[in-house]
Nanobody, 117 residues
């Protein structure tokens, strides 16, 4: 019900825009979030958008989350990418306000982002 796309390879300093299409749920009732899982590390929260916005500290200055209610989509614009941003990026949906991954009800399949130095 969530389909993430837009990942790929980019050089450090570059930008990528991830997209996530939602289907089969009442999109406006859900907070949407992005998480990522760097190689060999645990999944971590990036940003959430619902009635309000919330970013992880590392994302505040370089990442921008947005959503299109009419298209049932959420986006993550990533700028000034660094090698440590490499990982699998996931979109997720929850009816509520949380940054805890285990509390999210729906997950996309993940899209790989590779940032080379």
């Amino acid at each position: 019900q969530l389909q993430a796309s837009g990942g790929g390879w980019v050089q450090a300093g570059g930008s990528l825009r991830l997209s996530c299409a939602a289907s089969g749920l009442t999109f406006s009732s859900y907070s949407m979030a992005w998480f990522r899982q760097p190689p060999g590390k645990e999944r971590e929260f990036i940003a959430r958008i619902g009635n309000s916005l919330y970013y992880a500290n590392f994302a505040k200055d370089r990442f921008l989350v947005s959503r299109d209610e009419g298209a049932n989509m959420v986006f993550l614009q990533m700028n000034s990418l660094k090698p440590e941003d490499t990982g699998v990026y996931y979109c997720a949906a929850v009816r509520g306000i949380t940054i805890t991954a285990s509390e999210y009800e729906y997950w996309g399949q993940g899209t790989l982002v590779t940032v080379s130095s």
